[in-house]
């Protein structure tokens, strides 16, 4: 039976969102009509090769479109210091045979939305594409049913600066933009990947027990930041965003988490140093 949902997904896919990639592709509720790169936690071209070897991990045909190569207005802050320099742990991937589509990410998602009105959106990475869709087709927001958007620190710290959460942090004005744009979006924040979402020592465990082919990749992937909290807080833990977050694409939060409420947020910060 083919699934009634249809999503897109715009990353910028380092290994946090290779797990998103992955849950999203097996999942038989939803169906990935495409993947659009954009440049964050690597660069958008390192990004393309890292969601075409995810969806051939996965057997998916996929296609897979790159996008912007930096900010709307700023210079590129990769989080290769977190990730490793391809995104994936540094493990050596070998490349995927896939290619991706010529046409560009941009156009990619003003064409797919123009084409399946009501589709859903899922943002796991900084806004850029977004914004550029936006100002291409305004009328974009009208015709998507939902939009969710992984970013934001409304309630808590961020987890680049004291204040900002990386994805918004990195191109603020397409957040702005993105946030502004009358497109119905549920803001998926930092706050929820903390506390009781951390993945602890015992349950990292149980993961690692799996031994299965995504099981294998998907903890080579976690390696380099396991390693860094392991380093930083003496503790063996993940507080990987994704494997929080990727149910909040599929069902309502509010309907997850019964202490989790709808939030309305009013963008005010002009500037990354704001």
């Excluded at 996008?67 to 989080?79: F, H, K, T, V, Y």
């Excluded at 900084?126 to 936006?134: F, G, K």
């Excluded at 990947?193 to 027990?209: C, K, P, T």
């Amino acid at each position: 039976m083919t699934p009634s949902r249809k999503i897109l997904i715009d990353t910028d896919t380092a290994s946090d969102d290779a797990i998103a990639l992955i849950m999203a592709l097996r999942s038989p509720d939803v169906s990935v009509l495409a993947i659009t790169v954009v440049a964050g936690n690597v660069s958008a071209e390192q990004g393309t090769r890292n969601a075409l070897f995810t969806t051939e991990l996965c057997g998916s045909e996929v296609p897979v479109f790159t996008g912007a190569a930096s900010p709307l207005q700023r210079p590129l802050e990769d989080a290769s210091w977190f990730h490793g320099q391809d995104g994936l742990g540094d493990h050596g991937y070998q490349p995927a045979a896939r290619v991706a589509e010529d046409e560009s990410a941009v156009d990619a998602i003003v064409r797919i939305i123009q084409a399946n009105r009501g589709i859903e959106l899922i943002t796991l990475g900084p806004l850029t594409n977004l914004a550029l869709a936006l100002r291409q087709w305004p009328q974009l927001a009208a015709n998507v049913s939902r939009c969710v958007v992984m970013g934001g620190a409304p309630c808590c710290e961020g987890n680049v600066t004291p204040a900002a959460e990386y994805n918004f942090w990195v191109d603020p004005e397409a957040a702005r933009a993105v946030l502004r744009s009358q497109l119905p979006i549920e803001l998926v924040g930092w706050q929820l990947s903390r506390g009781a979402a951390v993945v602890n020592a015992q349950e990292i465990e149980s993961i690692l027990a799996l031994r299965t082919k995504l099981r294998n990749s998907l903890s080579d992937r976690t390696t380099p930041p396991r390693g860094l909290i392991r380093a930083r807080l003496g503790k063996r833990a993940s507080t990987y965003r994704i494997p929080l977050r990727w149910p909040f694409c599929c069902i309502r939060p509010w309907r997850w988490l019964p202490q989790t409420t709808p939030w309305t947020y009013r963008w005010t910060t002009e500037s990354r140093e704001g």
